[in-house]
């Protein structure tokens, strides 16, 4: 996207512009699928950044990450088969244990090169936590960052949906992240109406450095907007948030008597194509019941804020001034501008510094 096309209305310096639109951020943990959906001795082929990945669990539980394009010709690696500890390619047979190794190659006589040794299949560093499933993009291999976590209730996995947008990650993740869409966008007469639109502060502080490049919304108690929550949770939760970079956000609802966490990650497919995943955490009984309620509910939210984009994206596409206004707008300022810092720090190899001091923001919704 070009900077010029967006008008800053407020005395900030413009250096939240964006100039950085539809890149995908690569040295990043992305979400790739729930850890349930991956079974034992199968893979599955998926796309993250345009890369073509294969993940696969192993017989004895592993999760692992190849190139799906095999060393040989390109043909997908997942389109073979796996007995649980070697990809066996479909096209000449070439094999391949988990940590990419050849260990066949059939049409090679023996005095032939290559042999199995001489081939490698590339792999990606995989992580399951806390019931999802992780892959690292990008060319390190070693004292890779931490996989984003929720806290108190990483074993209590409940839920997870997702959806894919027609559009590139920034527009997935703005689009989700806005704090004044929710009554207009998510209206709903049972919790949450347009008449109900009130002034809110709330407290931001910088990520803690060790957890990434992002921000938090300090905790506070729920906006009085906010009926699913306390229908949900049986009263009035306090509330924290948290947004790291490339993509996730974190949040904690508490009440004396129980928890939930949610998660949400934005992967991008290619760069116009992005899933967007949450997966739910509670502690609250009849997990069941709630789960056959709350399925529906989330799909029918996040497809509410992906016609929302969409909608954003059409227009845009007239190339329009647009503006970023003071303070809803500014988490939307501070994701492109973090994104530049990541992209100015991986240029010049050095750490990412932060420039989010904290604040309170304030805005009606
Ligand atoms: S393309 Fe895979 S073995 Fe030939
Ligand atoms: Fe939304």
Same mark, same amino acid.
């Given at each position: 996207?070009?900077?010029?096309?967006?008008?800053?209305?407020?005395?900030?310096?413009? %250096?939240?512009?964006?100039?950085?639109?539809?890149?995908?951020?690569?040295?990043?943990?992305?979400? =790739?699928?729930?850890?349930?959906?991956?079974?034992?001795?199968?893979?599955?082929?998926?796309?993250?950044?345009?890369?073509?990945? /294969?993940?696969?669990?192993?017989?004895?539980?592993?999760?692992?990450?190849?190139?799906?394009?095999?060393?040989?010709?390109?043909?997908? /690696?997942?389109?073979?088969?796996?007995?649980?500890?070697?990809?066996?390619?479909?096209?000449?047979?070439?094999?391949?244990?988990?940590?990419?190794?050849?260990?066949?190659?059939?049409?090679?006589?023996?005095? $032939? @090169?290559? $042999?199995?040794?001489?081939?490698?299949?590339?792999?990606?560093?995989?992580?399951?936590?806390?019931?999802?499933?992780?892959?690292?993009?990008?060319?390190?291999?070693? $004292? #890779?960052?931490?996989?984003?976590?929720?806290?108190?209730?990483?074993? @209590?996995?409940? #839920?997870?949906?997702?959806?894919?947008?027609?559009?590139?990650?920034?527009? =997935?993740?703005?689009?989700?992240? %806005?704090?004044?869409?929710?009554?207009?966008?998510?209206?709903?007469?049972?919790?949450?109406? =347009? %008449?109900?639109?009130?002034?809110?502060?709330?407290?931001?502080?910088?990520?803690?450095?060790?957890?990434?490049?992002?921000?938090?919304?300090?905790?506070?108690?729920?906006?009085?907007?906010?009926?699913?929550?306390?229908?949900?949770?049986?009263?009035?939760?306090?509330?924290?948030?948290?947004?790291?970079?490339?993509?996730?956000?974190?949040?904690?609802? *508490?009440?004396?008597?129980?928890?939930?966490?949610?998660?949400?990650?934005?992967?991008?497919?290619?760069?116009?194509?992005?899933?967007?995943?949450?997966?739910?955490?509670?502690?609250?009984?009849?997990?069941?019941?709630?789960?056959?309620?709350?399925?529906?509910?989330?799909? *029918?939210?996040?497809?509410?804020?992906? *016609?929302?984009?969409?909608?954003?994206?059409?227009?845009?596409?007239?190339?329009?001034?647009?503006?970023?206004? $003071?303070?809803?707008?500014?988490?939307?300022?501070?994701?492109?501008? #973090?994104?530049?810092?990541?992209?100015?720090?991986?240029?010049?190899?050095?750490?990412?510094?932060?420039?989010?001091?904290?604040?309170?923001?304030?805005?009606?919704?």
């Amino acid at each position: 996207m070009d900077d010029s096309r967006h008008t800053d209305t407020t005395q900030n310096p413009p %250096d939240y512009r964006l100039g950085v639109g539809g890149v995908m951020l690569r040295d990043a943990w992305y979400y =790739a699928m729930p850890a349930a959906a991956l079974k034992r001795s199968t893979t599955v082929h998926r796309t993250l950044l345009g890369e073509p990945v /294969l993940l696969g669990r192993a017989a004895d539980g592993k999760v692992f990450a190849l190139r799906d394009t095999c060393p040989h010709r390109g043909t997908l /690696l997942s389109k073979g088969s796996f007995d649980g500890r070697e990809v066996e390619c479909p096209y000449h047979g070439w094999r391949f244990a988990t940590d990419g190794s050849c260990t066949a190659i059939p049409s090679q006589a023996a005095a $032939q @090169r290559p $042999q199995p040794q001489d081939v490698h299949a590339e792999t990606f560093a995989a992580a399951e936590h806390q019931g999802n499933i992780w892959v690292y993009i990008g060319a390190r291999k070693t $004292q #890779l960052p931490p996989v984003p976590e929720v806290p108190v209730l990483g074993d @209590r996995l409940q #839920l997870h949906v997702s959806m894919t947008f027609a559009c590139n990650i920034d527009l =997935a993740v703005i689009g989700l992240m %806005d704090p004044a869409h929710g009554a207009f966008v998510h209206r709903s007469s049972l919790w949450r109406k =347009a %008449d109900s639109i009130h002034e809110k502060h709330k407290d931001f502080s910088p990520l803690p450095e060790s957890e990434g490049l992002g921000w938090c919304m300090d905790r506070h108690t729920a906006s009085r907007n906010s009926r699913a929550y306390s229908l949900f949770l049986g009263g009035a939760p306090e509330t924290e948030i948290s947004y790291r970079l490339p993509s996730v956000r974190i949040e904690h609802a *508490r009440t004396p008597k129980y928890n939930y966490c949610g998660l949400t990650a934005c992967t991008p497919v290619t760069a116009d194509t992005t899933e967007v995943h949450h997966a739910m955490y509670w502690d609250l009984p009849a997990a069941p019941v709630l789960r056959a309620i709350m399925r529906p509910m989330a799909l *029918r939210f996040i497809d509410q804020d992906r *016609r929302a984009v969409l909608s954003m994206q059409e227009g845009l596409a007239f190339n329009p001034p647009t503006m970023l206004v $003071q303070d809803a707008d500014t988490q939307t300022r501070w994701y492109y501008r #973090l994104k530049r810092e990541m992209l100015a720090a991986q240029a010049e190899a050095r750490p990412p510094r932060n420039p989010i001091t904290p604040v309170t923001l304030t805005w009606c919704s």
